[in-house]
Structures are given as structure tokens and as C-alpha cells.
């Protein structure tokens, strides 16, 4: 998850910093450091707009030259979008990330002793794979053009990089977003099946009124904190959907352009195309199934609660 925070910071996406106090993280803005990413962003993609223009031009096949017009054309948004968050939103995102932060910690105090660590091997292995696609991104065009390395090829490739893996951040950042809401919600559903709702069963038959109300405190602040995830869940989707509707649409894009490549250019053989094209098939699953895991948490909320409400010995305190 560092890495992925790092990575983020390299590309321009993330222009605050993570401030380390004891067992306590916050981030915060840095003003060189969001102005910086934004004069970068508009040199890098003034460079690509231009050189990827003069290459569209000297296409003949009709279709590849739409295809390559409409990837052009839907970059442009997807480039204002994270213009527009650097300079406008910086504040909601930077609350929104230590609610985050805050929201882990609070979960995790919890547990005694503290449960380190993120998720289970679920969460392993999709950020495993977000890390290979971060690699993809930053590798691919060595091997897709078939040229010298020269300085012009440097900055060309730069240029490229840095707009693709800005446009695809959007896609995990909502992988990474959701996975953290999945895991949020995991975390506090196991915990009051397993601390909780089989405590106040037992004391249903038998306990004190105190261990009962003792138990029932700690069932409220779970209820809090059910609540608090769910409006982070909120700010988090009016946040980062609306630019991720972008993404998809500019990755699909890109999807056909590869095939329609594939088909026209006979690359069907080519094992290097078949890896660029599974590379973005990957990135759709990623944020489909971290969407899913953290659905499927949220629904599993009732779940754990059971009957709980009608335990006569818990309706009476």
C-alpha cells in the first residue's frame, strides 16, 4: 500500500504528504508539491496532445484514426478532472483520506491485542495485482515500439506514461478505496460475531445487568462506527465515481484500439499485444471485484447482528 501511495505521488495523482506521529497517521497538503504535479501535468500532456496528433495523421485506416481521435479527445477530460482536483478539491480529498486512516485505527483498537496488517489473502492478492499493473504501465511501450532508444523516445515514452497511469489511477483508486471499505467492514463484522453477538447470547441466559450493558456499549460504538463507514462510503463516491465513469470509458476505448490493431496490423501472434490487451481486462476486474468484496460486506452487516434485538435480557438494559 506504500508503494501504491509512492507511485501516486510520482505520477502527480497525490500531491499531499503522510505525516507519521506515534501509532498516529495523518496526511496533509503541500502547496510546492500540488503546483508542481500541475505545471508537470500540463507540460507532459501538452507534449503527448501533439505528438500523438501528428501520429494520428499519418494513419490510413479510417477506423484506427477514430479510434485514436476519441482516445485523444477522452484524455482531455480525464487530464481537467485531475487538473481540477489538484487545484479545487484538494481539501475534501485530503479529509477524506484521514477519515479513512482514522477509520482503521478505530477498528482496529478494537481487537486485543491489535491485528496488524490489511485484510486476508484476498486483499493480497488483488493488491498484488494492482502492483503488476502498475508495472505494465510503466514498461509497456519498450516493447510495443519497435525503436532505438534515443532521447526523443525517453520523452516520448515519459509523456505516455505519465497520462496513462494518471488516467488509470482513477481505476485504482477506487480498487484500493473500495478494497479499504471491504475490509473496514470485515474487520467490524468479525468482530461483533465473534466478540459481541455470542457474548450476549450466553448473557441472555445468564449475566449480570453490568456485563450485559458493558457488552451493549461496545455493540453502539460498533453501530457508530458502522455508520461513520458508510458516509465515508458516501463522500468516497461522490468523490472519485463520476471520473471513474471517464476511465472506464477511455479504457474501453483503448480495448478496441488494441484489437482492432491486433486484427488489422495481423498482431494476433503477437504475445506482447495479448499482455497490453489482458493488462486493461485485468484493471476492469480489479475494480469490479473490489466493488464486489465490498458490497458483499456491507450486505453481510445484518448477518452478524442476528437476533440480537430480541434478547429479553438485552431489551431490559
Same mark, same amino acid.
Given at each position: 500500500?506504500?508503494?501504491?501511495?509512492?507511485?501516486?505521488?510520482?505520477?502527480?495523482?497525490?500531491?499531499?504528504?503522510?505525516?507519521?506521529? #506515534?501509532?498516529?497517521?495523518?496526511?496533509?497538503?503541500?502547496?510546492?508539491?500540488?503546483?508542481?504535479?500541475?505545471?508537470?501535468?500540463?507540460?507532459?500532456?501538452?507534449?503527448?496532445?501533439?505528438?500523438?496528433?501528428?501520429?494520428?495523421?499519418?494513419?490510413?485506416?479510417?477506423?484506427?484514426?477514430?479510434?485514436?481521435?476519441?482516445? /485523444?479527445?477522452? $484524455?482531455?477530460?480525464?487530464?481537467?478532472?485531475?487538473?481540477?482536483?489538484?487545484?479545487?478539491?484538494?481539501?475534501?480529498?485530503?479529509?477524506?483520506?484521514?477519515?479513512?486512516?482514522?477509520?482503521?485505527?478505530?477498528?482496529?483498537?478494537?481487537? #486485543?491485542?491489535?491485528?496488524?496488517?490489511?485484510?486476508? +489473502?484476498?486483499?493480497?492478492?488483488?493488491?498484488?495485482?494492482?502492483?503488476?499493473?502498475?508495472?505494465?504501465?510503466?514498461?509497456?511501450?519498450?516493447?510495443?515500439?519497435?525503436?532505438?532508444? $534515443?532521447? +526523443?523516445?525517453?520523452?516520448?515514452?515519459?509523456?505516455?506514461?505519465?497520462?496513462?497511469?494518471?488516467?488509470?489511477?482513477?481505476?485504482?483508486?477506487?480498487?484500493?478505496?473500495?478494497? $479499504?471499505?471491504?475490509?473496514?467492514?470485515?474487520?467490524?463484522?468479525?468482530?461483533?460475531?465473534?466478540?459481541?453477538?455470542?457474548?450476549?447470547?450466553?448473557?441472555?441466559?445468564?449475566?449480570?445487568?453490568?456485563?450485559?450493558?458493558?457488552?451493549?456499549?461496545? /455493540?453502539?460504538?460498533?453501530?457508530?462506527?458502522?455508520?461513520?463507514?458508510?458516509?465515508?462510503?458516501?463522500?468516497?463516491?461522490?468523490?472519485?465515481?463520476?471520473?471513474?465513469?471517464?476511465?472506464?470509458?477511455?479504457?474501453?476505448?483503448?480495448?478496441?484500439?488494441?484489437?482492432?490493431?491486433?486484427?488489422?496490423?495481423?498482431?494476433?501472434?503477437?504475445?506482447?499485444?495479448?499482455?497490453?490487451?489482458? #493488462?486493461?481486462?485485468?484493471?476492469?476486474?480489479?475494480?469490479?471485484?473490489?466493488?464486489?468484496?465490498?458490497?458483499?460486506?456491507?450486505?453481510?452487516?445484518?448477518?452478524?447482528?442476528?437476533?440480537?434485538?430480541?434478547?429479553? #435480557?438485552?431489551?431490559?438494559?
Amino acid at each position: 500500500l506504500r508503494y501504491i501511495f509512492r507511485y501516486a505521488q510520482f505520477i502527480g495523482t497525490i500531491f499531499f504528504c503522510l505525516h507519521n506521529k #506515534k501509532d498516529d497517521e495523518t496526511v496533509f497538503i503541500r502547496n510546492w508539491l500540488k503546483w508542481l504535479n500541475v505545471t508537470h501535468r500540463i507540460l507532459t500532456f501538452t507534449r503527448f496532445f501533439w505528438v500523438y496528433l501528428g501520429s494520428i495523421s499519418i494513419k490510413t485506416n479510417r477506423v484506427q484514426q477514430v479510434l485514436h481521435v476519441m482516445r /485523444l479527445v477522452l $484524455s482531455i477530460p480525464n487530464v481537467a478532472v485531475i487538473l481540477g482536483y489538484h487545484i479545487f478539491r484538494g481539501p475534501e480529498i485530503v479529509d477524506l483520506v484521514n477519515k479513512f486512516l482514522r477509520l482503521f485505527r478505530q477498528v482496529s483498537d478494537l481487537f #486485543k491485542p491489535k491485528t496488524p496488517g490489511f485484510g486476508g +489473502r484476498r486483499e493480497l492478492i488483488l493488491i498484488l495485482l494492482n502492483l503488476v499493473s502498475f508495472a505494465h504501465e510503466q514498461t509497456y511501450l519498450w516493447f510495443t515500439i519497435r525503436k532505438g532508444f $534515443s532521447c +526523443r523516445f525517453i520523452i516520448d515514452w515519459y509523456c505516455d506514461f505519465y497520462l496513462v497511469s494518471a488516467t488509470n489511477i482513477f481505476i485504482h483508486i477506487n480498487s484500493i478505496g473500495y478494497l $479499504s471499505l471491504g475490509v473496514l467492514y470485515s474487520e467490524l463484522n468479525r468482530y461483533v460475531y465473534t466478540n459481541l453477538r455470542i457474548q450476549l447470547q450466553k448473557f441472555n441466559t445468564s449475566g449480570s445487568q453490568q456485563k450485559i450493558r458493558r457488552v451493549q456499549n461496545r /455493540l453502539e460504538k460498533c453501530i457508530s462506527l458502522y455508520r461513520e463507514i458508510y458516509h465515508t462510503s458516501i463522500i468516497f463516491y461522490k468523490l472519485f465515481v463520476p471520473p471513474l465513469f471517464l476511465a472506464l470509458i477511455y479504457k474501453v476505448v483503448l480495448i478496441a484500439l488494441i484489437g482492432l490493431n491486433m486484427a488489422v496490423e495481423f498482431y494476433i501472434n503477437s504475445f506482447v499485444f495479448w499482455i497490453l490487451l489482458g #493488462k486493461h481486462v485485468l484493471d476492469l476486474f480489479l475494480v469490479t471485484a473490489s466493488v464486489e468484496g465490498a458490497v458483499n460486506q456491507f450486505l453481510n452487516i445484518g448477518m452478524q447482528f442476528g437476533n440480537v434485538g430480541d434478547l429479553s #435480557k438485552f431489551q431490559t438494559t
